[in-house]
């Protein structure tokens, strides 16, 4: 009964049609991704509501500073993705369960390490930032407790790559739905009722996180071998675990990195007041979803392609690359489009304050509006990793989104001193990012594929 379970909820990435197959797997990553965006969505929704908008600028603001501390080790699991992947396209058995291991090893020292982290350095990064003073005592009370919980979230994280290298994205979607409702009714609980503010939505967070991991780690023990989670076992294969490293540090650095850059535009835009990071924070949020959007594309990438590179399907390998670049580039324009028809709504669910939907209003029309171009770095950046090329779509990532962003803060943005000016770099670095990733991508598609298409010689 469970296998038959595990058949309808697993994809099978090696055979048959694609279109299909990529929008199944991808869907349910589409909406975990907004379940997990939503955990802070709800947390400013819910403070926007019962409180101040200095406490929304301090639950809504942190975005930058959480994604960098947390993003090195999500792209280790990436890594954990493409080598497991890699090696049931191979049929490895062996190899499986001893990726499995090693996966299991390594989220439990990075939550702890992400929770030292960020008790250590949340209020240092504030004050980095130019948080404003009527915020950041707010802000750093927030990170302090929300990093409480990372042991929890790198669990799930890393579970969640074990599965989507199956082709099951439904059973972590399953999980984050319970997660999410948990959240949203102890946010309610905490602050509405119990009026505990920004430390009631940290601490929901946390709680709903836990439940999240739980049921993770029970979906593991409960599949079919060899992706079974065991616990008497557990050690890091060294081999896999340099596969993980040279795959995943590259992806997470290049997550890292752009995650400074974020975080020095979210320093000018502190700049502007706690309207304007209030503003920037709500749009944020329907950015975050619609990028979860691309993502789920990229993590297809990493998933198809890894297990037929694996299988030395190569022309599979182009059609994957073709299929989610569309997929990304028309799903998210959609997406961004319908946000925008209807600005008015979704900003006021955070806050109706005339000054903050004028911002966000600013950010919705000069970043959400283009966001779809991201698409050609980010699933091509995910397709070279995928076929196990991680260092040069980081390195084009980190002068495309960092060194450019950063360069334009501090000359163009800081002489007119315009919120707008400032925005305006993303849809550049997008466009600029995006055809330098896309021109290395079909060259080592090219490169790669002919090598290994060539007859052996003598």
């Known amino acids: 009964m469970h296998q038959s379970a595990k058949k309808s909820s697993s994809v099978d990435m090696l055979n048959g049609p694609l279109y299909g197959k990529i929008l199944i797997f991808a869907l349910p990553l589409i909406a975990s991704g907004i379940l997990q965006q939503s955990f802070n969505a709800v947390d400013v929704a819910i403070i926007g509501h019962y409180s101040t908008s200095q406490a929304i600028a301090a639950v809504g603001s942190n975005g930058p500073i959480i994604s960098i501390m947390v993003n090195l080790f999500l792209g280790i699991a990436v890594g954990a993705n493409v080598v497991i992947a890699n090696y049931l396209g191979q049929r490895n058995h062996r190899a499986v369960r001893e990726s499995i291991s090693t996966v299991a090893v390594i989220s439990l020292i990075s939550g702890a390490l992400l929770l030292l982290l960020g008790l250590l350095l949340a209020r240092p990064i504030l004050e980095m930032m130019n948080a404003p003073d009527d915020v950041i005592d707010l802000a750093s009370t927030y990170l302090r407790i929300y990093f409480c919980g990372m042991p929890f ?26 997660a999410t409702i948990s ?18 939505v940290a601490w929901a967070t946390v709680i709903a996180n836990g439940i999240n991991a739980a049921i993770i780690i029970l ?26 490293l040279q795959i995943g540090v590259p992806a997470g650095l290049q997550g ?33 979803y619609c990028y979860y959007i691309i993502v789920s594309f990229c993590a297809s990438v990493t998933a198809f392609v890894g297990q037929n590179y694996g299988a030395g399907k190569l022309d599979r390998c182009k059609k994957i690359f073709r299929i989610c670049m569309t997929y990304a580039v028309v799903i998210c324009a959609l997406a961004n489009i319908i946000i925008i028809l209807n600005e008015d709504s979704f900003i006021g669910i955070f806050s109706r304050d005339p000054q903050v939907m004028y911002y966000a209003k600013i950010r919705f029309h000069y970043i959400l509006l283009l966001q779809c171009l991201a698409s050609s770095y980010e699933v ?5 990793r995928a076929l196990g090329y991680s260092v040069l779509p980081m390195v084009l990532t980190i002068f495309g989104t960092c060194i450019l962003r950063l360069a334009w ?27 330098l ?16 298409t060539q007859p052996a010689t003598m």
Do not use: C
């Open 219 to 244: 979906i593991l023990t409960r599949e079919p071998a060899p992706i079974t989670l065991t616990f008497n076992s557990w050690k890091i294969s060294t081999p896999d675990f340099k596969k993980m």
């Open 153 to 178: 979230m790198m669990i799930y994280n890393f579970g969640s790559a074990i599965l989507r290298s199956i082709g099951d994205t439904k059973m972590p979607f399953y999980s984050l739905v319970i």
């Open 183 to 200: 959240n949203l009714f102890l946010d309610w609980l905490f602050v509405a009722v119990f009026d505990m503010g920004v430390d009631g």
């Open 409 to 435: 803060i501090y000359t163009v943005a800081a002489h007119t001193r315009s919120f707008e000016v400032l925005l305006s770099i993303y849809p550049i670095t997008w466009i600029i990012t995006g055809i």
């Open 256 to 288: 890292m990195v752009f995650s400074i850059s974020n975080i020095f535009i979210q320093s000018a835009v502190n700049s502007y007041g706690a309207q304007a990071i209030a503003g920037s924070a709500a749009a944020l949020t329907f950015e975050a």
């Open 437 to 452: 990733i896309v021109t290395a991508a079909l060259r080592l598609q090219h490169k790669l594929f002919k090598l290994k």
């Open 380 to 384: 091509s950046g995910a397709y070279m």
